[in-house]
């Protein structure tokens, strides 16, 4: 069955430097979301994606974020200046068309020490 | 802004007890998911929820629906330990105009004890 992974699936990090989370959604999908979800917290959406571009994002994307569809396959959430507070679960979704099911990755936690 | 509300957000039972878990939004919409998390995992979809009187059963599960109410609710069945994990409800706005991405409630850690 096709799956969304993520890449590392834990990453420890010095505060201020800079992380790549990686994820290859499901092949023939064409949407893509990052949430994130500080420990013992919900799920919070940051950022969703489509033909190349940001289509929506929340607050807590702000300018130190970014997202990337390099190729044709990786789908990137890269954090510019890690904060303590940048902690947490960040999970990836995709999905074949809006608004149909999305179907999520298994997470990288992310650690800034 | 969409507000999800969960309740309750702790629940302790016993096994073979039945229970609801309860998931009121503040807008309109008419797609609503329940995933099922494991600590330390990733979330597990549950029931997509599609329609006003949607019901959906899977095992000692059960989701239901209510546009006009905005709720959605989740019965457990005869709780076996094997259920005891976080449930999250998640409303989709996309359809009715609004705001890509889902909004999550804030989640019910169920424990079940024997």
């Known amino acids: 069955e096709p799956e969304v992974t993520q890449t590392p699936s834990h990453q420890v990090t010095q505060m201020g430097q800079e992380v790549i989370l990686r994820c290859v959604p499901i092949?023939?999908?064409?949407?893509f979301y990052w949430y994130r979800q500080i420990l013992g917290q919900k799920v919070e959406f940051l950022v969703s994606?489509?033909?190349?571009?940001?289509?929506?994002k929340s607050e807590i994307f702000d300018d130190q974020f970014s997202v990337e569809r390099p190729d044709g396959s990786n789908f990137t959430l890269k954090i510019r200046s890690t904060k303590l507070e940048d902690s947490a679960m960040y999970f990836c979704?995709?999905?074949?068309?809006?608004?149909?099911?999305?179907?999520f990755g298994q997470g990288t936690r992310l650690t800034v020490v | 802004e969409l507000k999800v509300e969960q309740n309750p957000l702790f629940l302790s039972m016993q096994e073979g007890k039945n229970y609801t878990i309860y998931c009121n939004y503040s807008?309109?919409?008419?797609?609503l998911y329940w995933y099922r998390q494991d600590p330390g995992k990733s979330l597990e979809s549950l029931f997509v929820?599609?329609?006003?009187?949607a019901v959906k059963q899977e095992g000692r599960l059960m989701a239901s629906l209510d546009t006009k109410a905005r709720l959605s609710t989740l019965h457990i069945t005869a709780a076996v330990h094997d259920l005891s994990a976080t449930y999250f409800c998640?409303?989709?706005?996309?359809?009715?105009?609004?705001?890509?991405?889902?909004?999550f409630g804030k989640g019910t850690h169920l424990i079940i004890q024997p």
């Open positions: 994606f489509y033909n190349n571009e940001i289509s929506e």
């Open positions: 092949s023939n999908h064409l949407y």
């Open positions: 979704a995709s999905s074949v068309s809006r608004p149909t099911e999305a179907f």
């Open positions: 807008t309109t919409s008419d797609r």
């Open positions: 998640a409303v989709d706005m996309y359809s009715g105009g609004g705001a890509d991405g889902l909004t």
């Open positions: 929820l599609l329609s006003n009187g």
